[in-house]
């Protein structure tokens, strides 16, 4: 039973106030078929939209089956209308981009009936107002009448027991007219039903009570009913749209306008493309540059030199310290270079770990010792001191270049390497993997030497001298020339003379210094390098093994000036005061530590290089800072430092085509709010039939929900075509084959970025749309 008690409501547009309910007090019985009559204006409307829960009374009271609705919250009213109440308008307010089915279907929607049962209802509905055989039509397929009685079926199918009925037969003709207005009486059985109307002919043949309606008041009453004392038996069953209903009810609307969809997930999507395809770029060429690089540069030997620098002792500004005032003194700061250099302890016991280092990951170590050997030899009964590493060549800056690559490999200077020694010879063997053999052998005893090329089979003229041949530039020279070519090693004491002052000289040379040599060299191949890939790191000049080096340091070791220089602080040969690293230098070239200047352990291949660098940390393990000995891999420095490159690139290219999506972001927004005001209409059918505003933002939600993950599909989509193109037009500038790479995960987060964009972009429109008052957008056309 519903009552009316004293309503009051009134609608205030600028000075003027309109009373459309004044001080209303009806009663209704649970069935009977009441119409308000009533001129234009008068508030017929105003009330039904009240008593339906549509809009909100000022003062007064709205009892429904004996309970007070004064206290009502919005879901309560939401939950009312859905339950309680069935509206029919005048202008039927189907939602035309659903098919009739799913316009019935819609409130039970609401009230989480099952698809099944909803389907039922439905049908029974339909089958009521006679539109059986035209359910799956669209509305703008069916006549007035017809779109008419759908929209009874809709009012019917949630089965309330009020149906309030909106001038129902304003647009139709007359017999229409009658028809619709028998299918309302027959309903009228089993619930109350309240209908507006201005039309007297049609009230007075079919309602059972006729109220008067004049500037909001009651006029008359034909058949007023006082009810008894009432208990409150009203129950609600609150509603709620769930998220797949919201997406399937935003998903029809979306594909009643597909040309513009298509178009905006378009051009929302070319942030996501242009992104994309930067990912799939920066990840192929990472790829590119791991694989080429970690291949190449894998077997870059690992080096241990004496002095190591220690990037994570240098230490950051102070930040404390920025923008210092003048304090009226300067203070005296640390050498950074110092503190940042590390001195290895290079020891007997470290280069036996070394030497134990697993064949199968490193079969190829080199030492650099530091020697200086005197050597001779003969040339046409002639005897001549010997180089292996001239001074000096030239300055160009190519020396620069050359000296850079240098520094980690040959302790001797340019002129002269030491090969690495091959642990084991069943394995891979430095020399054979990466030089050819021009003519003569390979080296097998400590003595044979072997003379290094560049790529064209070149070599520098005074590399040649300092060999004690002869040569003129440009001049081609038979290989013969320098195979079989033999050197002499002098032992110290042989070499050097001692003068009276302490000091020692290289004595004059002689015949019989030659002679009396045991050390003799030979060269025994000339070699070069293989490829441009190959680890060329040999200087070019003579090559010589580490045995040899050891096997004159062993000779040298107690020579006199190897005593005599171990005691003082003074160059034995020059003079000079020297610091210790310089005695260190100067004891190491005259042969008297055998202790190497340097180590290189060359990987055997890239899964090798992991093993050797953990072997080396596993010495440092649970050692003092100082007495750590800290390597250089060069592979990683260059590796880390392109990746580091393309990083920083690829972080600026996202960026800026993270602009495009702010942009589809605004422009989703803006489409957001254009369907808001499309579908203002249907915002209100769903407040009549009980969406609540999470509902009716969740249907906004799911729009642009809908149009970002299709947004987003759409742009890897096309993202993923693009590479093919991409690739191909890469591969016939830089030989590369397959660069641009789209990782499925980028694929997948860009799809999801794209949803959460378009959403957030969508949200505000939606939550608008959310605050619409049902009333007011029921009465928008
Ligand atoms: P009827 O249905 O009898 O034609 P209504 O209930 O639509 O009458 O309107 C009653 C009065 O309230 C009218 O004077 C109308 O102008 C006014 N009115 C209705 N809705 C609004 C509104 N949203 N804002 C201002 N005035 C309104």
């Known amino acids: 039973m519903l009552q009316l008690k004293d309503l009051r409501k009134s609608y205030h547009v600028g000075d003027t106030v309109t009373h459309a309910l004044d001080d209303v007090s009806i009663s209704f019985r649970n069935q009977e078929f009441v119409a308000i009559l009533g001129p234009s204006g008068s508030g017929k409307t105003t009330l039904l939209n009240v008593v339906g829960g549509l809009d909100r009374y000022d003062s007064g009271d709205l009892i429904i089956n004996g309970k007070s609705t004064k206290n009502f919250k919005e879901t309560d009213w939401d939950a009312y209308r859905n339950n309680s109440v069935g509206f029919v308008f005048q202008n039927y307010n189907l939602i035309s981009h659903l098919s009739i089915i799913a316009n019935v279907e819609l409130g039970m929607n609401l009230s989480g009936v099952s698809a099944t049962e909803r389907h039922k209802r439905a049908m029974d509905a339909l089958t009521q107002v006679g539109l059986k055989e035209h359910i799956s039509k669209n509305p703008n397929q069916l006549s007035g009448g017809q779109m008419q009685r759908v929209a009874i079926a809709r009012a019917l199918a949630n089965d309330p027991d009020i149906l309030l009925c909106d001038e129902p037969t304003g647009a139709l003709d007359t017999e229409t007219s009658e028809q619709i207005m028998k299918l309302i009486k027959e309903l009228s059985k089993d619930r109350l039903v309240v209908m507006v109307t201005h039309n007297p002919k049609l009230a007075q043949e079919y309602a059972t009570r006729i109220v008067n309606f004049q500037d ?69 060429f990472q790829k590119q540059i791991d694989t080429t690089m970690s291949k190449a540069l894998a077997k870059y030997p690992v080096t241990i030199n004496q002095t190591a620098t220690d990037a994570s002792s240098v230490t950051d500004r102070d930040e404390s310290e920025k923008n210092v005032k003048n304090r009226g003194y300067l203070t005296v700061e640390k050498d950074k270079m110092q503190e940042s250099t590390h001195q290895n302890k290079i020891n007997p016991e470290y280069v036996n770990y070394i030497k134990k280092i697993n064949p199968n990951y490193a079969n190829n170590i080199s030492y650099q010792r530091g020697i200086n050997m005197n050597l001779l030899t003969r040339s046409k009964n002639k005897i001549k001191r010997v180089q292996f590493s001239p001074i000096s060549t030239s300055s160009d800056s190519s020396q620069a270049a050359a000296q850079m690559r240098m520094q980690a490999i040959s302790a001797t200077g340019l002129g002269s390497s030491v090969f690495p020694t091959t642990l084991n010879s069943s394995k891979s063997n430095f020399l054979k993997e990466n030089y050819q053999l021009l003519s003569g052998a390979w080296p097998h005893k400590a003595t044979d030497l072997v003379l290094v090329t560049d790529n064209e089979n ?19 020279l038979n290989y013969q020339k320098f195979v079989g070519k033999k050197f002499k090693v002098v032992d110290n004491d042989d070499y050097y003379q001692k003068l009276p002052t302490g000091m020692f000289i290289p004595q004059k040379i002689s015949n019989s210094m030659y002679d009396n040599s045991k050390t003799q060299m030979q060269i025994v191949g000339v070699i070069r390098p293989k490829d441009e890939n190959s680890m060329a790191l040999l200087s070019s000049g003579i090559a010589y093994s580490d045995q040899l080096s050891q096997k004159i340091i062993k000779k040298n070791k107690k020579s006199e000036i190897v005593r005599a220089q171990k005691k003082t602080e003074q160059n034995v040969m020059t003079g000079q005061d020297m610091n210790a690293r310089e005695k260190k230098q100067m004891l190491q070239s005259i042969g008297g530590s055998t202790i190497p200047t340097s180590i290189m352990i060359y990987p055997n291949d890239f899964d090798a290089k992991d093993k050797v660098l953990d072997y080396l940390d596993r010495w440092n393990q649970g050692k003092k800072k100082k007495d750590k000995i800290i390597y250089t891999d060069m592979s990683r420095a260059v590796t880390s430092m392109t990746g580091g490159l393309l990083n920083g690139v690829t972080t600026v290219l996202v960026a800026f085509a993270a602009i495009s999506l702010v942009t589809s972001m605004i422009m989703i927004g803006i489409l957001t709010y254009t369907s808001v005001l499309e579908r203002t209409k249907e915002i209100g059918i769903l407040k009549a039939l009980g969406a609540r505003k999470k509902d009716i933002t969740r249907v906004f939600d799911a729009e642009t929900f809908i149009l970002g993950v299709f947004s987003g599909i759409l742009g890897v989509v096309v993202a993923w075509l693009l590479v093919f193109p991409i690739n191909s037009i890469l591969y016939s500038i830089t030989d590369l084959a397959n660069v641009a790479q789209l990782n499925p995960i980028h694929a997948l987060i860009l799809i999801l970025i794209s949803t959460v964009l378009t959403m957030v972009g969508g949200h505000l429109p939606a939550r608008m749309a959310a605050k619409k008052d049902a009333a007011i957008a029921l009465r928008s056309e």
């Open 216 to 284: 909001g008041k009651v006029l008359n009453d034909s058949n007023p009913f006082i009810p008894k004392e009432e208990k409150d038996t009203f129950k609600l069953k609150h509603t709620k749209m769930s998220y797949w209903n919201a997406i399937k009810l935003s998903f029809t609307n979306i594909m009643t306008k597909k040309g513009r969809t298509t178009l905006t997930a378009f051009a929302s999507s070319i942030g996501i493309i242009s992104i994309a395809v930067v990912l799939a770029l920066s990840n192929g």
């Open 458 to 476: 070149k070599l520098n003229i005074n590399i040649i001298k300092n060999l004690g041949l002869k040569a003129k530039a440009g001049e081609k």
